[in-house]
Each structure stands twice: as structure tokens, then as C-alpha cells.
């Protein structure tokens, strides 16, 4: 099973970038749909952005236009590049991957279900 770890997060204030990396044991690129998810406290994990083999990506409304989603098949790591953050993205924020047929509607309840998941990072966004 793949191995997800990622990059420590960090504390910045409303307005501030920070970029998230995910470093992947094996080769992701053919075989996953990678992604981000975030959980604030008291509230359900939900799924940030998604990207699959072809570069196709997806994101939440909440963060749409302020972060990108990237991944480098060399190295086998994920990146999520935070924009414009605001208090509301502070969050344990994962990595993970699940088979690439799931890489649609399904994404989320099915890496729920059956992903790979890594230890979490957590990104503070102060006012």
C-alpha cells in the first residue's frame, strides 16, 4: 500500500501563501487519484482539491481560485498551493490517494472508504 507523508504546515496570517507537499513511497501518477482534505475542529473532514493522472483537477468552491493543486510524477509528490488564506482554511489538512476510477463524483466518499491517507498537517490562517 502507498505511504503518504506530509510536508510540515504552518501558521500565517489572513491574506499569506503557504504550500503543503506529499511525498508518495511508490509511483502515484498512473494508478492514483491524489488529493486534499481538511478538517477543522468540530467539523467533518471534507474533500479541498483532486487531480488525476491527465493533470484534470477539481476544487472545492470554498478554495476555488486561491489554490492550485499540482503533482510532479518524478518525484511522486503532491502539492497544494494556498493563495489568499483566510482564518476559515485553518485545518488539519491530508493528503491522500485512492484508485483513479474513483477520481470523479465518488472522490471523496470513496477515499473515505478505501484510501491511503497521510498523518495530516495542520495549517493555522490568523486574522
Known amino acids: 500500500q502507498v505511504r503518504l507523508m506530509e510536508s510540515r504546515g504552518g501558521s500565517v496570517q489572513a491574506g499569506g501563501s503557504l504550500r503543503l507537499s506529499c511525498a508518495a513511497s511508490e509511483y502515484t501518477y498512473s494508478r492514483y487519484c491524489m488529493g486534499w482534505f481538511r478538517q477543522a475542529p468540530g467539523k467533518q473532514r471534507e474533500g479541498v482539491a483532486r487531480i488525476n493522472n491527465g493533470g484534470n483537477t477539481y476544487y472545492a468552491d470554498s478554495v476555488k481560485g486561491r489554490f492550485t493543486i499540482s503533482q510532479d510524477s518524478a518525484s511522486n509528490t503532491l502539492y497544494l498551493q494556498m493563495n489568499s488564506l483566510r482564518p476559515e482554511d485553518t485545518a488539519m489538512y491530508y493528503c491522500?490517494?485512492?484508485?483513479?476510477?474513483?477520481?470523479?463524483?465518488?472522490?471523496?466518499?470513496?477515499?473515505?472508504?478505501?484510501?491511503?491517507w497521510g498523518q495530516g498537517t495542520q495549517v493555522t490562517v490568523s486574522s
Open positions: 491522500a490517494a485512492v484508485h483513479l476510477a474513483y477520481c470523479d463524483g465518488t472522490w471523496q466518499a470513496a477515499t473515505e472508504d478505501r484510501g491511503y
